[in-house]
C-alpha cells in the first residue's frame, strides 16, 4: 500500500482563509480585530523561524500583532511584568511565550502568569484541565490541529487502537487527552516504555512527537495505519526530516504526513483559531 497524502498544508490554508474572512467581518461592523502577543526571549535560531512565521500568520490573518523580542538576560520578574501588562490590555486577546525559555527563568511560572482568557497555546493547567474535563476550553494548538485535519479529511477515530510517541506537554499528553475525547483507545509511549517497536507495531494510529529524526522506524508501521508526524528536525546537510522514517512508513501506511507541509501548519492556524476564539470570549 502507498499511503495518500494528509494535506496539513492545504487545510490549513482553508482554515486561515475562513478566520480571515471573519475578522474582515467584525472589522467591518466597526470592532476591533483580535490582538495576539508573541513574545521572544533571547535569540535561539530554531524560536526565531517559530515566531517569524506566527507573525507572518498573524497579520495575514488580519490580527493586531503585538510580538516582542525581549533580550536574552530578561529577568523572570521582568517577564512575568511583561504579562502583567499584556493581561490588562483590551486590544490584546492572545498571549503566548516561545518555549524554551532561557535557563534561569521557570517557563511553567511564565504559563500559570498568563489569563487562561489569553493562554492561546492551551498551556495553562486551567485550560489542560478543561481538555482532561472535556470542557469547552482553548486547547494546545498542535495536538487541535492534527484533530482538524483527521477530521477534514474525514478519518473516523472512534474505536481506533491509537499510539502517541512522545508525553510532553505541549504534544503527547494533550495529543492523548484529544484522542480519547474522540473515543479512541489511546496507549502513550515515552523513554521508559519497554516495547516500542511492539506497541507502534498494534496501532491503527500512530502519532509521533518526539524531535528525534526518523526515529519511528517505517517497518514498524502495521499495514494501512495512520502516521502523524509531529517532528520538524534539521540534518547536518540543512534538509528538514520527521521523527517517523517517511519512506518505508509511506509504503504501509494507508495516510501520512508530510514533513514539512503536514502539521506544522496546522500549528500555526490553529494558534489563529485560538486567538479568534478568544477575542470572541473577550468581547
Ligand atoms: N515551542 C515549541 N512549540 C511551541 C508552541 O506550540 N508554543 C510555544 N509557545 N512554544 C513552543
Known amino acids: 500500500m502507498t499511503a495518500k497524502i494528509l494535506d496539513g498544508k492545504a487545510i490549513a490554508q482553508e482554515l486561515r482563509e475562513s478566520i480571515r474572512a471573519e475578522v474582515d467581518a467584525q472589522v467591518a461592523k466597526g470592532q476591533n480585530p483580535p490582538g495576539l502577543a508573541v513574545i521572544l526571549v533571547g535569540e535561539d535560531p530554531a524560536s526565531q523561524v517559530y515566531v517569524r512565521n506566527k507573525k507572518i500568520a498573524c497579520e495575514k490573518a488580519g490580527f493586531n500583532d503585538v510580538s516582542m523580542v525581549l533580550p536574552a538576560d530578561t529577568t523572570e520578574e521582568q517577564l512575568l511584568a511583561e504579562i502583567d501588562t499584556l493581561n490588562a490590555r483590551d486590544d490584546v486577546h492572545g498571549i503566548i511565550v516561545q518555549l524554551p525559555v532561557p535557563d534561569h527563568i521557570d517557563p511553567e511560572k511564565i504559563i500559570e502568569r498568563i489569563d487562561p482568557k489569553k493562554d492561546v497555546d492551551g ?3 486551567y485550560n489542560m484541565g478543561r481538555l482532561a474535563t472535556r470542557m469547552p476550553g482553548l486547547a494546545p494548538c498542535t495536538p487541535h ?3 482538524t485535519m483527521l477530521e477534514k479529511t474525514g ?3 472512534r474505536g481506533l487502537d491509537a499510539v502517541v510517541v512522545g508525553a510532553s506537554n505541549i504534544v ?3 495529543m492523548a487527552l484529544e484522542l480519547l475525547n474522540a473515543r479512541a483507545t489511546v496507549t502513550v509511549c515515552h523513554s521508559a516504555t519497554k516495547d516500542l517497536a511492539q506497541k507502534v507495531s ?3 494510529l500512530v502519532v509521533v512527537g518526539v524531535g528525534i529524526p526518523n526515529m519511528v522506524k517505517g517497518e514498524w ?3 494501512g495505519a495512520i502516521v502523524v508526524d509531529v517532528g520538524i528536525n534539521r540534518l547536518d546537510d540543512g534538509t528538514l526530516c520527521g521523527d517517523v522514517e517517511y519512506d518505508v512508513a509511506k509504503e504501509k501506511a494507508s495516510w501520512i504526513t508530510p514533513v514539512p507541509g503536514g502539521v506544522g501548519p496546522m500549528t500555526i ?4 483559531q485560538n486567538t479568534l476564539q478568544a ?3 473577550q468581547s
Do not use: S, W
Open 123 to 125: 498551556f495553562h493547567a
Open 145 to 147: 490541529g492534527v484533530m
Open 155 to 157: 478519518i473516523p477515530l
Open 172 to 174: 503527547g499528553v494533550p
Open 202 to 204: 498494534e496501532a491503527d
Open 221 to 223: 508501521i502495521k499495514d
Open 269 to 272: 492556524a490553529t494558534l489563529m
Open 279 to 281: 477575542a470572541y470570549a
